[in-house]
């Protein structure tokens, strides 16, 4: 597994989640990564994104409401979401471009379930 994502669970609306993907000893570092989710009969979509100079953007839904960053030392990329809703019930998943053994890479993290209840 070159991804590992957690951090997911059952929250309360209007509670907080932080989500993590840490990149496994193959990955030798992270540069762009990115936060997607997949509710339920729908298609995955972006969430949020950061760049490899640390430059961000986020899905007009997300409202200031979530934070994406990333620990280049611990490899690892969060998602901080704060005032959570019920349409924020999905699979979160993280994306990864980073640099291997074999070189360039890009990783998806396995999915972690955020299920907010209203």
């Known amino acids: 597994v070159q991804l590992q994502a957690s951090g997911g669970g059952l929250v309360q609306a209007g509670g907080s989640l932080r989500l993590s993907c840490a990149a496994s000893?193959?990955?030798?570092?992270?540069?762009?990564a990115g936060w997607y989710r997949q509710a339920p009969g729908k298609e995955r979509e972006l969430v949020a994104a950061?760049?490899?100079?640390?430059?961000?953007n986020y899905a007009d839904f997300v409202e200031g409401r979530f934070t994406i960053s990333k620990d280049n030392a611990k490899k690892t990329t969060y998602l901080q979401m704060n005032s959570l809703k019920p349409e924020d019930t999905a699979v979160y998943y993280c994306n990864v471009d980073g640099l291997a053994a074999w070189g360039p890479t890009r990783s998806w993290g396995q999915g972690t379930l955020v299920t907010v209840s209203s």
């Open positions: 000893s193959i990955i030798f570092s992270i540069n762009a």
């Open positions: 950061i760049s490899t100079g640390g430059d961000t």
